[in-house]
């Protein structure tokens, strides 16, 4: 299982024959499974799952592919598409993310800012100065992270590479622009940000 906090839970369970790790939103019903885990570069943020039981293929729910976790150890750098394109995917969220995402690619491809990330999908390595805090199997632990940026916001992610989970995702475009034309930006930290703060591996987990 895979706490969110407050606002949002799910229960990770193990691979169902290629489908990746199967989903259980907790305050919804079904299960999704991902048959593109561990390959596809892209990620799924949780704000997004649709309800039922469902295959969801084009991303690897909220880990890493193995490819871009050493890019980002190794070169500071990897290229992770945030996936808005699937018709499974919750409205208003997913239609708000795929305008902005669509209006940062316009806006970084005509003019890519010196620091800042050279296109849509590009996350930099960032200073991270606190350990990540959770519970790991019901007891309190702290666990290395890469931290990362990019257009849409700041992202931790489990230092481990057989187990690249995002932990947290904290939406704070660089330009805030790109979010306020669509909504305010504590809108969408509240649709589509979040904090897993429990692990617990049990007999079923990952």
Partial sequence: MVGFGARREARIGPPAR???????????????????????????????????????????????????????????????????????LKDPASGLLRRASELASQRLSASPPPDGPANADEWRVRPSPDPYILRVDGRPARVPTLRASSWFGV????????????????????NPSLFDVFAPANVLKTLLGYRVTAVDHGTEGR
């Fill in 18 to 88: 290629g489908l990746g790790p199967c989903t259980r939103p907790r305050r919804g019903s079904g299960t999704l499974g991902f048959p593109d885990f561990g390959a596809s570069p892209a990620i799924l943020l949780p704000g997004l799952w649709p309800e039922g039981s469902l295959v969801v293929a084009g991303s690897g729910a909220i880990w890493l592919s193995r490819s871009a976790f050493i890019a980002l150890r190794v070169s500071g750098l990897a290229s992770v598409p945030l996936y808005v394109t699937g018709h499974l």
């Fill in 155 to 174: 992202f931790e992610v489990l230092a481990d590479e057989s187990n690249p989970l995002v932990l947290s995702v904290l939406p704070e475009a660089s």
